[in-house]
T-cell receptor
Framework: GAVVSQHPSWVICKSGTSVKIECRSL??????MFWYRQFPKQSLMLMAT?????????EQGVEKDKFLINHASLTLSTLTVTSAHPEDSSFYIC?????????????FGEGSRLTVL | AQRVTQPEKLLSVFKGAPVELKCNYS??????LFWYVQYSRQRLQLLLR??SRESIKGFTADLNKGETSFHLKKPFAQEEDSAMYYC???????????FGQGTTLQVKP
């Protein structure tokens, strides 16, 4: 149990286009989902916290108009990278916490690698 | 500011040797500390949390508030322990995790 799935696993797009990445909790309801970004050989950088039915909370330095997050249901959150540029190329990882789950225990997706040409 | 520091990018040991992955944190309140592990080609997963004070796969970690550390230890490393290890903390009730830079543990036969 507690599986989080991301789609797509990898995507290549042209500069200026928008890309949507989905994060689904397959067998549990997620009160909160978190979006991370990971550069090669670096740590996970928290981008935003996504709560179902409310606006996402962005970390300092993360452009909310650039990285649109929608959390329409307890099992789905989406990250849309708008007007993508090569510097947005990265590995994006989502994670989810369960309702009444263990504090700090997050379940991670497999990640989505974005390459912007 | 909340911060987690893992000073070693790579730790290489021989099978059967003791292992200690260092983690220091900075947080003004009472944080909850965790170790997450990522095996090759797998997703990140929880290894252990300080509150539970348990041993998972032979690993233990003790929270030292005086030294603001949460080092991960194992007395005898196994080859299957080779992975990327991340120390993380959560502060407040937001549930969000702040990760350290990660340490790659390489256990040689």
């Amino acid at each position: 149990g507690a599986v989080v799935s991301q789609h797509p696993s990898w995507v290549i797009c042209k500069s200026g286009t928008s890309v949507k990445i989905e994060c689904r909790s397959l067998d549990f309801q997620a009160t909160t989902m978190f979006w991370y970004r990971q550069f090669p050989k670096q740590s996970l950088m928290l981008m935003a916290t996504s709560n179902e039915g409310s606006k996402a909370t962005y970390e300092q330095g993360v452009e909310k108009d650039k990285f649109l997050i929608n959390h329409a249901s307890l099992t789905l959150s989406t990250l849309t990278v708008t007007s993508a540029h090569p510097e947005d190329s990265s590995f994006y990882i989502c994670s989810a916490s369960r309702i009444a789950g263990v504090t700090g225990e997050l379940f991670f997706g497999e990640g989505s690698r974005l390459t912007v040409l | 500011a909340q911060r987690v520091t893992q000073p070693e990018k790579l730790l290489s040991v021989f099978k059967g040797a003791p292992v200690e992955l260092k983690c220091n944190y900075s947080y003004s309140g009472s944080p909850e500390l965790f170790w997450y592990v990522q095996y090759s080609r797998q997703r990140l997963q929880l290894l252990l949390r300080h509150i539970s004070r348990e041993s998972i796969k032979g690993f233990t970690a003790d929270l030292n508030k005086g030294e603001t550390s949460f080092h991960l230890k194992k007395p005898f490393a196994q080859e299957e322990d080779s992975a990327m290890y991340y120390c993380a903390l959560t502060a407040g009730n937001t549930g969000k995790l702040i990760f350290g830079q990660g340490t790659t543990l390489q256990v040689k036969p």
